[in-house]
């Protein structure tokens, strides 16, 4: 109930191409879905966010798109770029609780 | 502002031994989280600490502990240091809630020898 699955565990995608990670949930109490973005040896930080009342939030080049009834989420990096090349955590969390996070994407840009 | 600012970075310990672990948040910060990061587990929470009161905990044993002072920096406690401990310890500091952003510093990675 309190787990979050994602999916995959690695991605390679050319220049340009369409990035998509996957996470599932299956605590319908969860309101809160962000993303983080982790580069190595720093610690994560917010992409972006969404709440379950939008079906898609879209910020630049980042997309969440948010399926309540499949209790499903996901990121889409458009026209990705090498920079773009990190860890993508995706994480939900009840009100006032923690977040649990799923086991991260390793994402690679190649040009 | 000044970010999320963890001390030390690094460190190497033996079985057995405990470890202090220091995280400074982001000035007017309010809450203060800790994770545990392994490649085979993932980011795993250990405790979230808020006005000097523990709000929520994860499921880690006694061995982990922390606490919160008056001006919101946190530090956490492992005692008897096992092998399965070595891992980065991130620290996140966010306003009032840990829903709300949540903002990580470095991390101190931690190896137990």
């Known amino acids: 109930q309190q787990q979050v699955k994602q999916s995959p565990q690695s991605l390679i995608v050319q220049k340009g191409g369409i990035s998509i990670i996957n996470c599932a949930y299956e605590n319908t109490a969860f309101d809160y879905f962000p993303w983080y973005q982790q580069f190595p040896g720093k610690g994560p930080a917010l992409l972006i966010a969404?709440?379950?009342?939008?079906s898609e939030k879209k910020e630049g080049r980042f997309t969440i798109s948010f399926n309540k009834s499949a209790k499903q989420f996901s990121l889409h990096i458009m026209d990705s770029q090498p920079g773009d090349s990190a860890t993508y955590f995706c994480?939900?969390?009840?009100?006032?609780?923690?977040?649990?996070f799923g086991t991260g994407t390793r994402l690679q840009v190649f040009p | 502002k000044a970010g999320v600012t963890q001390t030390p970075r690094y460190l190497i310990k033996t079985r057995g031994q405990q470890v202090t672990l220091s995280c400074s948040p982001i000035?007017?910060?309010?809450?203060v989280s800790w994770y545990q990061q392994t490649p085979g587990q993932g980011l795993q929470f250990l405790f979230e600490y808020f006005s000097e009161t523990q709000r929520n905990k994860g499921n880690f044993p006694g061995r982990f502990s922390g606490r919160q002072f008056s001006n919101s920096r946190s530090e956490m406690n492992v005692s008897t240091l096992e092998l399965g401990d070595s891992a980065l310890y991130l620290c996140?500091?966010?306003?009032?809630?840990?829903?709300?952003?949540?903002?990580f510093g470095p991390g101190t990675r931690l190896t137990v020898l």
């Open positions: 996140a500091s966010s306003g009032d809630s840990s829903t709300d952003t949540q903002y």
């Open positions: 000035s007017g910060h309010r809450s």
């Open positions: 994480a939900a969390s009840r009100p006032t609780d923690k977040l649990i």
């Open positions: 969404i709440r379950p009342d939008v």
